[in-house]
C-alpha cells in the first residue's frame, strides 16, 4: 500500500508537470511584458518631467555622443552619454543576486552599448550582482552539509546491516529502529541528491523541471515519514510503560501507518496545493 501511494503521487506529478511548467512560462512571460511596461512608463515619464533627452548618436550641439535607452530583459537603462558607464540595481526576482547591489552597462565613445563578443549583442553585466566571496563561503557551507550526509549515511547503513544480521536483536523495538534508520539513510540519500543537482545550479530552479519538482515531493515525504518514526519510537515506549498487554503485531501495523502511509497522504495533499497554485509556487521559486 506504501508504495502503490507513493506511485501514485509521482505519476500524477508527472502527468501534471508539464501543465505546472507551462503556467509557470505564461508566468514568466506575463511579468517580462510588466517590467517592458513599466519601463516604457518610466522612460515616458523622464521625457515628461525633465528636459528632453538628446537623441541617441549625439546631443543638440552635435559634440556628444548619447547611447538610447534600452530595456534588456530585467533592467531599464536611461539615456546614457558616452564614454560613461551605467548602473541599475540588481533585479530582485533572480535567484542569487544581492538587491544591494548595482549593475552596470558601458556606453562606448560612438554613442552605441557595448556588445558581447560571443554574441554580438549589446550586453549589460551582472556579474557584479553576486557577492563572490559569499557565495565561496555558502559553497564551502553545501559541502560540509554534502560530507555530513555521506557520513551519516554510512553510519545508518552500517547500523541497519547489524540489526539485520544478528537474530537476538529482532524485536519490536529493534524494529521501529530499523524503520526509524531506514527513513533516515533514505533522507540523507535525497539530501545529497538534492545538493548535487539542485543547489547551486539556478537554471534548473528557475526552469522549474519535472524532474525537480518530483525530487522535491520525494524529499518532503521522506522529512516527513522521519519525524513520524520518531513519533512512533515515542509511542511504542510510552505503550510498554502504560499498556502490559500488547500485541507486537497489531502494534507494527500501526506504525507502519504512521511512519510510512500518513506521510504519503499529507505529501499528496501537500503536491496537489502547490501544483493548484501555482503562481504562489513560481513566487517562491
Known amino acids: ?4 501511494l507513493i ?3 509521482v505519476v500524477w506529478v508527472s502527468g501534471n508537470v508539464e501543465n505546472v511548467t507551462q503556467s509557470t512560462i505564461r508566468s514568466n512571460i506575463r511579468f517580462l511584458l510588466e517590467l517592458r511596461k513599466k519601463c516604457d512608463t518610466w522612460k515616458k515619464a523622464q521625457l515628461k518631467h525633465f528636459l528632453p533627452t538628446p537623441p541617441a548618436g549625439q546631443d543638440s550641439n552635435g559634440m556628444r555622443a548619447y547611447c538610447p535607452a534600452a530595456f534588456d530583459g530585467w533592467s531599464c537603462w536611461n539615456t546614457t552619454p558616452s564614454g560613461e558607464t551605467a548602473l541599475a540595481p540588481c533585479p ?3 535567484t542569487g543576486f544581492d538587491i544591494k547591489r548595482f549593475a552596470f552597462r558601458k556606453c562606448l565613445d560612438n554613442g552605441s552599448w557595448f556588445r558581447h563578443p560571443d554574441t554580438g549583442q549589446p550586453w549589460s553585466n551582472y556579474t557584479t550582482c553576486i557577492d563572490m566571496d559569499d557565495l565561496e563561503f ?5 559541502t560540509i552539509y554534502v560530507v555530513g550526509y ?3 549515511f554510512a553510519a545508518l547503513v552500517l547500523s541497519l546491516l547489524i540489526f539485520l544480521t544478528f537474530r537476538s536483536l529482532r524485536c519490536t523495538r529493534i524494529a521501529i529502529h ?3 534508520f531506514s527513513s533516515f539513510a533514505a533522507n540523507n540519500l535525497m539530501w545529497i541528491i538534492w545538493y548535487k543537482l539542485v543547489v547551486g545550479n539556478t537554471s534548473v530552479v528557475q526552469r522549474n523541471q519535472p524532474f525537480c519538482q518530483i525530487l522535491h515531493i520525494v524529499l518532503q515525504y521522506l522529512m ?3 519525524y513520524l518514526w520518531m513519533f512512533c519510537e515515542g509511542l511504542h515506549l510510552h505503550l510498554a510503560l502504560v499498556v502490559v498487554f500488547v500485541k507486537d503485531n497489531s502494534a507494527m501495523r500501526w506504525f507502519y501507518c504512521i511512519g510510512w502511509v500518513f506521510p504519503g497522504i499529507l505529501t499528496a495533499i501537500y503536491a496537489s496545493v502547490r501544483y493548484w497554485y501555482t503562481e504562489e509556487t513560481r513566487q517562491n521559486i
Open 178 to 180: 530499523i524503520q526509524l
Open 150 to 152: 555521506y557520513v551519516s
Open 138 to 142: 555558502r559553497e564551502i557551507v553545501n
Open 1 to 4: 500500500m506504501l508504495w502503490t
Open 92 to 94: 530582485y526576482f533572480v
Open 224 to 226: 516527513v515519514a522521519n
Open 7 to 9: 506511485v501514485a503521487s
